[in-house]
Protein backbone atom coordinates (compact mmCIF):
# COMPACT_ATOMS: atom_id res chain seq x y z
CA UNK A 1 0.00 0.00 0.00
CA UNK A 2 1.27 3.59 -0.76
CA UNK A 3 1.13 5.92 1.91
CA UNK A 4 1.75 9.74 2.48
CA UNK A 5 4.72 8.51 4.70
CA UNK A 6 6.17 7.01 1.05
CA UNK A 7 5.09 10.19 -1.18
CA UNK A 8 6.70 12.59 1.42
CA UNK A 9 10.01 10.27 1.67
CA UNK A 10 10.31 10.25 -2.30
CA UNK A 11 9.21 13.85 -3.33
CA UNK A 12 9.50 16.01 -0.52
CA UNK A 13 12.76 17.37 -1.40
CA UNK A 14 11.43 18.02 -5.44
CA UNK A 15 8.26 20.06 -4.39
CA UNK A 16 8.92 21.40 -1.88
CA UNK A 17 7.39 20.07 0.81
CA UNK A 18 7.21 20.45 4.49
CA UNK A 19 5.32 18.59 7.50
CA UNK A 20 3.44 21.13 9.29
CA UNK A 21 1.00 19.12 11.21
CA UNK A 22 -0.61 16.15 11.76
CA UNK A 23 2.32 13.90 12.00
CA UNK A 24 0.85 10.59 13.92
CA UNK A 25 -1.01 10.21 10.61
CA UNK A 26 1.87 10.31 7.82
CA UNK A 27 1.13 6.27 7.43
CA UNK A 28 -2.11 6.94 5.80
CA UNK A 29 -2.58 5.03 2.35
CA UNK A 30 -3.12 6.83 -0.37
CA UNK A 31 -5.64 5.12 -2.33
CA UNK A 32 -6.21 6.54 -5.70
CA UNK A 33 -4.01 8.47 -7.93
CA UNK A 34 -5.40 11.76 -8.05
CA UNK A 35 -5.83 15.36 -6.28
CA UNK A 36 -8.18 18.09 -5.90
CA UNK A 37 -9.06 21.62 -4.47
CA UNK A 38 -12.05 21.54 -2.43
CA UNK A 39 -13.71 24.41 -4.00
CA UNK A 40 -17.73 24.12 -3.39
CA UNK A 41 -16.78 21.41 -0.59
CA UNK A 42 -15.42 24.65 1.62
CA UNK A 43 -19.04 26.08 1.00
CA UNK A 44 -20.87 23.10 2.74
CA UNK A 45 -21.69 21.83 -0.48
CA UNK A 46 -20.41 18.08 0.50
CA UNK A 47 -22.71 15.50 -2.23
CA UNK A 48 -19.76 15.22 -4.70
CA UNK A 49 -16.79 15.87 -2.70
CA UNK A 50 -14.30 13.66 -2.89
CA UNK A 51 -12.75 11.72 0.11
CA UNK A 52 -10.13 9.49 -1.41
CA UNK A 53 -8.10 12.02 -2.81
CA UNK A 54 -5.29 14.37 -1.56
CA UNK A 55 -6.77 17.98 -0.94
CA UNK A 56 -5.31 20.98 -1.62
CA UNK A 57 -4.99 24.55 -0.34
CA UNK A 58 -4.54 27.80 -2.84
CA UNK A 59 -4.98 31.45 -2.23
CA UNK A 60 -8.78 31.13 -3.01
CA UNK A 61 -8.85 28.76 -0.13
CA UNK A 62 -7.06 30.53 2.28
CA UNK A 63 -8.78 33.73 1.75
CA UNK A 64 -12.06 32.11 2.02
CA UNK A 65 -11.34 30.24 5.20
CA UNK A 66 -9.92 33.46 6.78
CA UNK A 67 -12.98 35.78 5.73
CA UNK A 68 -15.40 32.87 7.60
CA UNK A 69 -15.33 33.51 11.91
CA UNK A 70 -14.42 30.61 13.99
CA UNK A 71 -17.40 28.39 14.51
CA UNK A 72 -18.29 28.27 10.56
CA UNK A 73 -14.56 27.96 9.93
CA UNK A 74 -14.28 24.55 12.11
CA UNK A 75 -17.94 23.17 10.51
CA UNK A 76 -16.33 23.67 7.22
CA UNK A 77 -12.90 22.19 7.77
CA UNK A 78 -14.46 19.22 9.96
CA UNK A 79 -17.11 18.58 6.24
CA UNK A 80 -13.88 17.28 4.46
CA UNK A 81 -11.45 16.35 6.72
CA UNK A 82 -12.54 12.84 6.19
CA UNK A 83 -10.95 9.34 7.93
CA UNK A 84 -10.32 8.47 3.95
CA UNK A 85 -8.69 11.72 2.76
CA UNK A 86 -5.34 10.68 2.94
CA UNK A 87 -3.79 14.52 3.18
CA UNK A 88 -3.82 17.68 2.71
CA UNK A 89 -1.45 20.58 1.22
CA UNK A 90 -1.33 24.17 1.14
CA UNK A 91 0.08 25.47 -2.05
CA UNK A 92 2.39 29.09 -1.97
CA UNK A 93 3.37 28.68 1.72
CA UNK A 94 0.38 30.46 2.92
CA UNK A 95 0.35 30.37 6.79
CA UNK A 96 -3.22 27.73 7.94
CA UNK A 97 -5.59 28.86 9.92
CA UNK A 98 -5.11 27.68 13.54
CA UNK A 99 -8.48 25.69 13.43
CA UNK A 100 -6.96 23.78 10.49
CA UNK A 101 -3.48 22.83 12.42
CA UNK A 102 -5.93 21.59 15.58
CA UNK A 103 -8.35 19.47 13.54
CA UNK A 104 -5.49 17.70 11.05
CA UNK A 105 -3.39 17.20 14.92
CA UNK A 106 -6.81 16.01 16.62
CA UNK A 107 -7.75 13.62 13.50
CA UNK A 108 -4.22 12.49 12.74
CA UNK A 109 -4.13 13.73 9.15
CA UNK A 110 -1.36 14.63 7.40
CA UNK A 111 -0.89 18.81 6.54
CA UNK A 112 1.62 19.46 4.13
CA UNK A 113 3.11 23.22 3.14
CA UNK A 114 4.74 24.03 -0.16
CA UNK A 115 6.54 26.95 -1.65
CA UNK A 116 5.08 26.17 -5.43
CA UNK A 117 2.14 27.79 -6.78
CA UNK A 118 -1.17 25.99 -6.65
CA UNK A 119 -1.52 25.20 -10.51
CA UNK A 120 2.01 24.10 -10.70
CA UNK A 121 2.06 22.06 -8.08
CA UNK A 122 -1.07 20.01 -9.06
CA UNK A 123 0.58 19.46 -12.37
CA UNK A 124 3.46 18.10 -10.89
CA UNK A 125 1.53 16.00 -8.34
CA UNK A 126 -1.12 14.06 -10.45
CA UNK A 127 2.16 13.72 -12.75
CA UNK A 128 4.30 12.07 -9.98
CA UNK A 129 0.96 9.91 -8.65
CA UNK A 130 0.01 8.72 -12.05
CA UNK A 131 3.92 7.53 -12.49
CA UNK A 132 3.52 5.60 -9.17
CA UNK A 133 0.25 4.45 -9.38
CA UNK A 134 1.08 3.05 -13.29
CA UNK A 135 0.83 -0.95 -14.14
CA UNK A 136 4.48 -1.86 -13.89
CA UNK A 137 6.70 -5.47 -14.01
CA UNK A 138 10.68 -6.80 -14.93
CA UNK A 139 11.61 -8.78 -17.30
CA UNK A 140 14.59 -10.10 -18.41
CA UNK A 141 16.13 -8.68 -21.45
CA UNK A 142 18.23 -5.53 -23.05
CA UNK A 143 16.39 -2.64 -24.27
CA UNK A 144 17.64 -0.09 -26.85
CA UNK A 145 16.99 2.99 -29.34
CA UNK A 146 17.59 2.02 -32.87
CA UNK A 147 16.98 5.28 -35.51
CA UNK A 148 14.30 6.46 -32.56
CA UNK A 149 12.26 3.27 -31.88
CA UNK A 150 12.52 1.29 -28.66
CA UNK A 151 13.94 -2.15 -29.75
CA UNK A 152 13.52 -4.62 -26.11
CA UNK A 153 15.80 -7.41 -27.40
CA UNK A 154 14.71 -10.88 -25.46
CA UNK A 155 16.30 -14.31 -25.36
CA UNK A 156 17.30 -17.49 -23.56
CA UNK A 157 20.48 -16.47 -21.25
CA UNK A 158 23.66 -16.21 -23.39
CA UNK A 159 21.52 -16.31 -26.81
CA UNK A 160 23.46 -12.86 -27.40
CA UNK A 161 21.41 -9.95 -26.25
CA UNK A 162 24.17 -8.13 -24.63
CA UNK A 163 26.51 -8.24 -27.41
CA UNK A 164 24.35 -7.67 -29.93
CA UNK A 165 22.93 -4.48 -27.88
CA UNK A 166 26.93 -3.72 -27.98
CA UNK A 167 27.10 -3.76 -31.53
CA UNK A 168 24.27 -1.40 -31.81
CA UNK A 169 26.14 1.08 -29.29
CA UNK A 170 29.16 0.87 -31.51
CA UNK A 171 26.71 2.10 -34.41
CA UNK A 172 25.96 4.92 -32.42
CA UNK A 173 22.48 3.74 -31.24
CA UNK A 174 21.72 3.98 -27.88
CA UNK A 175 21.44 1.83 -24.63
CA UNK A 176 18.65 1.85 -22.02
CA UNK A 177 19.37 -0.80 -19.70
CA UNK A 178 20.84 -4.03 -19.72
CA UNK A 179 19.80 -7.44 -18.02
CA UNK A 180 16.52 -6.57 -16.23
CA UNK A 181 14.38 -4.16 -17.93
CA UNK A 182 11.59 -2.76 -15.90
CA UNK A 183 8.44 -1.76 -17.50
CA UNK A 184 5.66 0.56 -16.85
CA UNK A 185 2.43 1.43 -18.79
CA UNK A 186 1.93 5.12 -19.61
CA UNK A 187 -1.15 7.24 -20.52
CA UNK A 188 -2.09 6.15 -24.36
CA UNK A 189 -1.38 2.59 -24.26
CA UNK A 190 2.54 3.97 -24.18
CA UNK A 191 4.71 1.13 -22.58
CA UNK A 192 7.85 2.43 -21.15
CA UNK A 193 11.49 0.69 -20.37
CA UNK A 194 13.70 1.99 -17.85
CA UNK A 195 16.62 0.38 -15.61
CA UNK A 196 17.16 0.47 -11.55
CA UNK A 197 19.28 3.45 -10.90
CA UNK A 198 22.06 1.66 -9.57
CA UNK A 199 22.78 -0.61 -12.22
CA UNK A 200 22.17 2.22 -15.44
CA UNK A 201 24.24 2.81 -18.11
CA UNK A 202 26.09 -0.36 -17.31
CA UNK A 203 25.94 -4.05 -19.32
CA UNK A 204 27.62 -7.72 -18.52
CA UNK A 205 29.61 -8.78 -21.44
CA UNK A 206 30.48 -12.31 -20.69
CA UNK A 207 34.30 -12.70 -20.45
CA UNK A 208 35.09 -9.34 -20.06
CA UNK A 209 32.99 -8.21 -16.93
CA UNK A 210 30.67 -5.20 -16.27
CA UNK A 211 31.33 -1.84 -18.24
CA UNK A 212 29.95 1.49 -18.21
CA UNK A 213 28.80 2.48 -21.48
CA UNK A 214 28.31 6.06 -20.76
CA UNK A 215 32.11 6.17 -20.02
CA UNK A 216 33.41 4.14 -22.71
CA UNK A 217 30.84 5.21 -25.99
CA UNK A 218 30.10 8.81 -24.20
CA UNK A 219 26.75 10.26 -23.00
CA UNK A 220 25.33 10.26 -26.16
CA UNK A 221 25.08 6.30 -26.28
CA UNK A 222 22.65 6.26 -23.36
CA UNK A 223 19.11 6.85 -22.09
CA UNK A 224 17.06 6.69 -18.91
CA UNK A 225 14.08 5.67 -20.26
CA UNK A 226 12.17 4.33 -24.06
CA UNK A 227 9.38 3.89 -24.98
CA UNK A 228 8.90 -0.01 -26.14
CA UNK A 229 7.93 0.04 -30.08
CA UNK A 230 8.83 -3.61 -30.78
CA UNK A 231 9.83 -6.51 -29.06
CA UNK A 232 13.06 -9.48 -30.67
CA UNK A 233 13.21 -12.63 -29.47
CA UNK A 234 16.57 -13.77 -30.13
CA UNK A 235 16.69 -17.47 -30.78
CA UNK A 236 19.38 -20.31 -31.31
CA UNK A 237 18.96 -21.34 -34.95
CA UNK A 238 17.43 -24.96 -35.16
CA UNK A 239 16.98 -26.50 -38.64
CA UNK A 240 13.95 -28.19 -38.08
CA UNK A 241 11.93 -25.08 -37.02
CA UNK A 242 9.86 -23.16 -40.06
CA UNK A 243 11.13 -19.05 -39.85
CA UNK A 244 8.60 -17.01 -41.68
CA UNK A 245 10.46 -15.76 -45.02
CA UNK A 246 7.87 -13.35 -46.62
CA UNK A 247 6.61 -11.32 -43.49
CA UNK A 248 2.82 -11.13 -44.19
CA UNK A 249 1.93 -11.94 -41.05
CA UNK A 250 2.26 -9.46 -37.93
CA UNK A 251 2.84 -10.95 -34.81
CA UNK A 252 2.18 -9.41 -31.23
CA UNK A 253 3.61 -10.06 -27.83
CA UNK A 254 1.13 -9.32 -25.03
CA UNK A 255 2.98 -6.68 -22.39
CA UNK A 256 0.67 -5.09 -19.55
CA UNK A 257 -2.57 -6.05 -21.75
CA UNK A 258 -0.95 -3.73 -24.81
CA UNK A 259 0.01 -5.96 -27.87
CA UNK A 260 3.17 -4.81 -28.97
CA UNK A 261 5.06 -5.95 -32.35
CA UNK A 262 7.01 -9.47 -31.67
CA UNK A 263 9.92 -10.67 -34.08
CA UNK A 264 11.68 -14.01 -33.59
CA UNK A 265 15.29 -13.87 -35.25
CA UNK A 266 16.89 -16.92 -35.62
CA UNK A 267 20.75 -16.13 -34.41
CA UNK A 268 24.19 -18.65 -35.95
CA UNK A 269 27.16 -18.08 -36.94
CA UNK A 270 27.75 -15.77 -39.98
CA UNK A 271 24.31 -13.44 -39.22
CA UNK A 272 24.88 -10.10 -38.71
CA UNK A 273 22.20 -9.63 -36.02
CA UNK A 274 23.19 -5.96 -35.58
CA UNK A 275 22.61 -5.33 -39.02
CA UNK A 276 19.37 -7.46 -38.79
CA UNK A 277 18.13 -5.60 -35.90
CA UNK A 278 18.78 -2.29 -37.77
CA UNK A 279 16.27 -3.73 -40.19
CA UNK A 280 14.10 -4.43 -38.04
CA UNK A 281 13.47 -0.94 -36.74
CA UNK A 282 13.65 0.26 -39.89
CA UNK A 283 10.80 -1.74 -41.61
CA UNK A 284 8.93 -0.67 -38.56
CA UNK A 285 9.21 2.96 -38.98
CA UNK A 286 8.64 2.18 -42.40
CA UNK A 287 4.88 0.63 -41.01
CA UNK A 288 4.31 2.91 -38.93
CA UNK A 289 4.50 5.25 -41.90
CA UNK A 290 2.21 3.32 -44.31
CA UNK A 291 4.31 1.73 -46.03
CA UNK A 292 4.63 -2.13 -45.63
CA UNK A 293 7.74 -3.93 -47.99
CA UNK A 294 5.84 -7.37 -47.40
CA UNK A 295 2.55 -6.53 -48.48
CA UNK A 296 3.26 -4.62 -51.18
CA UNK A 297 5.34 -7.02 -53.17
CA UNK A 298 2.62 -9.57 -52.22
CA UNK A 299 0.42 -7.39 -54.38
CA UNK A 300 2.25 -7.41 -57.10
CA UNK A 301 2.88 -10.64 -57.18
CA UNK A 302 -0.66 -11.27 -57.10
CA UNK A 303 -1.23 -8.40 -59.87
CA UNK A 304 1.57 -9.96 -61.93
CA UNK A 305 -0.19 -13.60 -61.61
CA UNK A 306 -3.73 -12.29 -62.76
CA UNK A 307 -2.09 -10.23 -65.87
CA UNK A 308 -0.27 -13.37 -66.64
CA UNK A 309 -3.76 -15.33 -66.35
CA UNK A 310 -5.93 -13.02 -68.34
CA UNK A 311 -3.17 -12.68 -71.27
CA UNK A 312 -3.20 -16.59 -71.65
CA UNK A 313 -7.24 -16.58 -71.19
CA UNK A 314 -6.78 -13.82 -74.31
CA UNK A 315 -4.20 -15.67 -76.23
CA UNK A 316 -6.73 -18.84 -76.16
CA UNK A 317 -9.63 -16.87 -77.21
CA UNK A 318 -7.91 -14.97 -80.18
CA UNK A 319 -6.32 -18.74 -81.05
CA UNK A 320 -10.03 -20.25 -80.81
CA UNK A 321 -11.32 -17.62 -82.59
CA UNK A 322 -8.77 -17.96 -85.53
CA UNK A 323 -9.66 -21.65 -86.14
CA UNK A 324 -13.27 -20.75 -86.37
CA UNK A 325 -12.26 -18.29 -89.63
CA UNK A 326 -10.30 -20.86 -90.75
CA UNK A 327 -12.82 -23.41 -90.58
Request: net charge positive; aromatic share 6%; hydrophobic share 35%.
Amino acid sequence: MYTVADFYKEHAKELDLELIAGSKGIKRPIRIPEAHRPGLSLSGYLKNHAHKRIVVFGKAEIEYLRDLNKNSRIERLEGILNPKTPSIIIARKYNPPKELMTLCNEKNLPLLRTSMSTMNFLRKLTGLLDEEFSQKMSCHGTLVEVYGVGVLITGNSSVGKSEAALGLIERGHRLITDDVVRIRRREGNLLEGYGAEHTRHHMEIRGIGIINVAHLYGAVCVRDSKSIDIVVELETWDNHHFYDRAGLDDRFCDILDIKVPHHILPVKPGRDVVLLLETIALNHRLKEMGYNSAKEFNSKLLQMIKTKGQRRTRNKEDFRSQLTQES
